[in-house]
């Protein structure tokens, strides 16, 4: 058991790495923490539910905006900048909505979203679980591990929220979230044992996978527990939410994914097999503009949930040493508000700042790329980056023929169409032969066939180059 | 490597269409007489195409005279013989001016060396003098006697052999020599399928008698001006220099590839093309063709040749610190 403990802590802690990326991941799990810790003061002082899951926005948006940076296919950018849309959305519905002290702010939004608490609920549920699937379909496909780094943070959040559980403490009844659990931990099992299943007993692909499964459950079950019971707010959903991703990763580490070593014969093993590669963050975006959006995620997450802590330890102080007869934490909910809210501005500011340099210069490559017309050597490029994706960079030595030889035996169904698009490829590129319509529409064929099969490519570590 | 040849995508046009059948001619009729060494014939071809010179090099008894025989007779043109011997003369080779009792002059009796193919049979025999008789024949092409320069006739082909196991008596060609070679080619032992063909082909009759020329003289002179037109793209050329500038570089060398070495890497990159099929050079050509022209050039420091390196690990090891020009 202790072998298997440590193999969970260094499964987690191997991937974090210093960088950006790791700083805004950081930042985002931070703002997790921001979420519950808000989440918690609220419930403990009697108070709307809404700040928790404003500060939960946090987190999907800061992933969008680091996807956005990472770049890719336009069609993801624009995918994940649609989401990031509704984020915001959601989180302006969160804020304008739950204070009912201020009827002047609601004036904008619809008479459904604005006095039903469940359409308001709905909206959120929907948001989060298309952000969820979104998130889990990327990380699967692009072999992100940040659950390592998350699992370390999470480990640590566990006593915080432990901490808040023993100051304030929380004695509502809630069937509603005993239900929900419940429903989370057997349908959890079930798709686990689906994977499995699935995979001829390999266990899941990664971590990413577990993920996946682990938040749709979550966000299913979430909703059949929010009908069955409407005291199951938000809140318990966030805090819901953390603990299946703490599990799916606790899972995941103590359960790894088979490595190819497993299999003699690497072509034997289940498809997505290999250790999923570490996360290699290329953001194309200058530099200054980047530390500059790291700086303004990170202080302005750092600064919202520092308020709330330090109001919080101020009420906390006051009531023992007697200066407070009561232990309500007795913040000021406007100053609160107002702070985070200019945090909040803060961290958009710079967020939209970085995004729209880093969009200036993704557009004129994309308006040169479209001008560019298709050929061989476009899709090729296209092949490499995506192979590259799933760990299968082609090394600076190597010739095309070298790399579609390498790969061949990974990928037998696609051999000959990567024989075609190489030579094809060569001709245009060293031979410098125009694109004809004939071979055009031949290589259209062959590309896509191609471009599909590429995403059944087992995962692989990156090598050294 | 292989002749590599393209499939039909395209790839093969105007060069190609002419410069492969041509090849194809050749190695088929080579190959009715060697048994399963076509890369071998390949490099041959590709020597011939770019007028260059080939060194055989091999232990005794693989095939290596036979092999430059067969290449001679598919080739409707001269073929000479010179077995170099400590006591071969440089007049032996290149001829001398005798004396015409009938007109009462000198007349020029051309030597061994003024034919199309020249098979320099154990070159390192002979000794350093008449060796270098033949740097100014393989180079420029051309002997001068007495003072008096004949040129030699084209296309003009010079096959050595030698022999590296034997120390005995033998004088190690000297890097300036060296150098006039285009490529070095040891083919090695056969496989035992090969061995038993072998043993089958000349069970009865040697297949060599039976050899017509299946290429003439000017055609030969048509197909190499056509390789020297095969497209070398910018990017390739410069993946080309850099090959041969890293083999000057790279530890454990102590004299890397000159500049003529680049120069005719570059050509037999064109040969190599055009006999595939392409009419442009692609980096595996380049990559194909490295090892055999550029590692007889180098010179190994003597730390790697203790920790037992070979030339050919050293040209290898550059060619994988060289980023080839892909998107």
């Known amino acids: 058991m202790n072998a298997r403990i440590g193999h969970a802590f260094s499964h987690a802690f191997s991937h974090a790495r210093p960088g950006l990326g790791l700083i805004l991941f950081v930042a985002m799990e931070a703002s997790w923490i921001g979420a519950l810790a808000l989440t918690a003061e609220m419930m403990a002082a009697g108070a709307a539910h809404g700040y928790g899951l404003a500060a939960l926005g946090f987190y999907p948006f800061g992933w969008l905006v680091l996807r956005l940076l990472e770049g890719g296919e336009v069609g993801e950018r624009i995918a994940a900048a649609a989401l990031a849309g509704a984020f915001l959305f959601a989180l302006l519905v969160l804020i304008a909505v739950t204070p009912a002290d201020r009827p002047e702010r609601l004036a904008a939004f619809p008479d459904w979203l604005r006095t039903s608490a ?12 298309a952000f969820c699937f979104w998130r889990g379909a990327l990380l699967a496909r692009r072999g992100v591990d940040g659950p390592g780094v998350a699992l370390g943070f999470q480990m640590g959040l566990i006593v915080l929220f432990l901490l808040f559980l023993a100051v304030a403490g929380i004695d509502r009844a809630v069937p509603g979230g005993i239900a929900f659990a419940a429903a989370f931990v057997i349908c959890g099992l079930l798709a686990l044992w689906a994977v499995r299943r699935a995979r001829g ?39 819901l939410a953390w603990l299946g991703g703490l599990i799916a990763s606790l899972l995941d580490a103590l359960f790894p994914p088979p490595s190819p070593q497993d299999f003699p014969d690497a072509l034997m093993a289940p498809q997505g097999a290999a250790e999923a590669p570490r996360q290699r963050l290329d953001l194309t975006m200058p530099a200054w503009v980047r530390t500059l959006f790291a700086f303004f995620f990170f202080a302005s997450m750092t600064y919202l949930v520092a308020m709330a802590l330090m109001a919080n ?40 700042r970085a995004v729209a340099a880093n969009f200036r210069a993704r557009i004129a490559r994309w308006r040169a790329r479209r001008r560019e017309p298709f050929g061989a050597r476009r899709a090729y490029r296209q092949l490499l980056g995506r192979l590259a994706g799933r760990g299968w960079p082609r090394r600076a030595s190597e010739t095309p023929r070298g790399y579609a030889a390498r790969l061949k035996p990974h990928w037998r169904g696609a051999a000959s169409d990567l024989d075609l698009l190489t030579r094809a490829y060569e001709t245009e590129r060293y031979g410098r032969k125009p694109v004809t319509p004939l071979r055009e529409a031949r290589l259209r064929i062959f590309w896509r066939k191609l471009r599909r099969s590429a995403d059944a490519l087992p995962y692989r570590q990156q090598e050294q180059r | 490597m292989s002749d590599g040849h393209e499939p039909a995508s395209g790839a093969t046009d105007d060069i190609g269409a002419v410069v492969r059948p041509a090849a194809l001619r050749v190695i088929e009729a080579v190959e009715r007489v060697m048994v399963g060494k076509r890369d071998t014939v390949t490099l041959l071809l590709v020597a ?9 090099e091999d232990i005794p008894g693989m095939g290596k005279t036979l092999m430059a025989k067969a290449l001679a007779r598919c080739l409707d043109g001269s073929f000479r013989r010179i077995q170099f011997t400590p006591d071969l ?71 050595a052999t030698q022999n590296p196991v034997e120390q005995e008596g033998t004088f190690p060609l ?108 692609i980096p595996d050509d380049v990559r194909d063709l490295a090892v055999p022209v550029l590692a007889h050039r180098i010179v190994p420091a003597t730390e790697a040749r203790l920790r037992g390196r070979s030339r050919e690990d050293l040209v290898r090891e550059s060619l994988a610190s060289v980023p080839v020009p892909v998107e």
């Open chain 2, 48 to 56: 011939l195409f770019c007028e260059g010179h080939v060194l055989l």
């Open chain 2, 174 to 281: 000297p890097e300036a020599q060296l150098d006039r070679f285009l490529m070095s080619i040891g083919h090695g032992y056969p496989s035992e399928a090969e061995e038993e063909a072998i043993v089958l082909r000349f069970e009865r009759a040697n297949p060599l008698d039976a050899l017509v020329p299946v290429i003439s003289g000017s055609e030969l002179l048509r197909l190499q001006a056509l390789c020297r037109e095969v497209r070398v793209e910018e990017s390739v050329r410069r993946y080309i220099v850099r090959v041969a500038r890293a083999t000057r570089d790279q530890a454990g060398v102590h004299l890397g590839a000159s500049p003529r070495a680049t120069q005719r890497l570059f050509a037999a990159s064109q040969a190599l093309a055009a006999i595939r099929g392409r009419s442009y050079v």
């Open chain 1, 313 to 352: 330890l101020r009420a906390l102080t006051n009531w023992l040493k007697g200066f407070s007869r009561t232990r309500d934490l007795a913040y000021d909910r406007s100053t609160i508000r107002f702070e985070g809210l200019r945090a909040f501005l803060a961290m958009l500011a710079g967020a939209a």
């Open chain 2, 89 to 159: 003369l440089p007049s032996d080779v290149t001829g001398l001016n005798v004396f015409d009792q009938s007109t009462g002059a000198f007349r020029f009796r051309a030597g061994p060396i003024l034919a199309n193919v020249v098979l320099a049979d154990e070159v390192n025999r002979a000794t350093p003098r008449s060796q270098a008789c033949m740097l100014e024949a393989m180079e420029e092409r051309q002997v001068t006697v007495d003072g008096e320069t004949h040129f030699l006739p084209r296309p003009f082909l010079v096959l």
């Open chain 1, 118 to 129: 469940e359409a308001h609920r709905l909206v959120v549920l929907v948001v989060i679980a």
């Open chain 1, 201 to 239: 007993g390999a266990g899941s692909a990664s971590p990413a996978a577990a993920i996946t499964a682990m938040a749709g459950v979550l966000v299913v079950a979430g909703g059949l527990a929010a009908i069955a019971d409407p005291r199951v707010t938000e809140a318990f959903l966030a805090i």
